[in-house]
């Protein structure tokens, strides 16, 4: 479950400005990441903070309103040959009750000419997972595991997770997860993943890469490494922290004393003299960032 999607050098997703707008509403707006070809990435932030919309995008199930996205080097589209490469499974995953897993399969085997059948089916052999029964009587965790099936086997190139592990039950969620894992080793590197979620401590257990949208906008796009090495937070004694080029505030705090800066550094090897530096967890920099959106802050956002 620890091990991680080799990252190529080149892109599977790259936008640059992009933006849907409902009215006068932004529901997302100048949205700019790069996602490498081969990584899992993290995609997460508050509600309403575009991330469902984002992923609408790039599936070609609606058309942006401003900038461009490309995916795995088409522009997004309902077209047979784009969502032949493209998997996609929503946070209400759409099962019919009366069926079994096995009759979702026939109809993906229908639907899609390169649906591999014994491929969904070996996935939930080995979790035990009965195909014969109607899926309405399988528990929350099992009917997960049929839609990562039927998306995987489709053998997408890229693999888009609208909150998957939401309704899921702590061990059904490592059971997802664990599966989600071993999908990406089986594909060697051919398979790249963006899956939104709330729950950072599991994504941060098969995620290399992580973006950060807040109020619609892009916080943060990078490998998950660079952002641990690069983001500590600095406490002083007293005082305010100097204004500097060598980093970026995110958020700062205050008491009689002490104050409490969780910043960017433009060099993990900068020091600020006077201030001790803390290592940060990824959890505490994604609500750093949402917290500083949610104050309405201006942030160094966007494509890193």
């Known amino acids: 479950m620890e091990q991680k999607a080799k990252v190529k050098l080149h892109e599977a997703v790259r936008t640059a400005g992009l933006g849907k707008r409902y009215g006068s509403f932004w529901a997302l707006k100048d949205c700019t990441i790069a996602v490498p070809d081969g990584s899992v990435t993290a995609l997460v932030g508050p509600n309403g903070a575009g991330k469902t919309t984002l992923l609408k995008l790039l599936v070609g199930l609606n058309q942006q309103s401003a900038g461009t996205a490309t995916v795995l080097g088409q522009t997004p589209s309902q077209k047979t040959e784009y969502l032949s490469e493209i998997g996609y499974l929503a946070q209400e995953i759409p099962l019919y009750g009366q069926f079994s897993a096995l009759d979702h399969f026939a109809i993906g085997a229908h639907m899609d000419a390169g649906w591999d059948n014994e491929l969904a089916k070996r996935r939930l052999d080995e979790l035990k ?65 963006i899956m939104s979620s709330h729950l950072l401590a599991d994504l941060e257990r098969v995620c290399d890469h992580v973006i950060i949208l807040a109020a619609g906008e892009t916080q943060l796009c990078d490998e998950i490494e660079h952002v641990l090495e690069t983001h500590k937070l600095l406490v002083g004694s007293k005082g305010v922290l100097p204004i500097s080029d060598d980093y970026t505030v995110i958020k700062e705090t205050r008491s009689s004393t002490a104050t409490h800066a969780l910043v960017r550094l433009q060099d993990p090897k900068c020091t600020v003299s006077g201030w001790h530096a803390r290592n940060v967890d990824i959890e505490e920099i994604v609500l750093a960032y949402m917290s500083q959106s949610r104050n309405e802050t201006t942030t160094e956002g966007g494509l890193k």
């Open 129 to 193: 997972i009965p195909l014969n029964r109607p899926v309405g009587k399988l528990s929350g965790g099992q009917r997960a595991q049929v839609g990562l099936a039927m998306a995987l086997a489709k053998k997408p190139k890229l693999l888009l997770l609208d909150e998957p592990v939401a309704a899921l039950d702590p061990l059904a969620r490592v059971d997802f997860l664990t599966s989600l894992a071993q999908a990406v080793t089986d594909a060697g590197g051919d398979l790249t993943v």
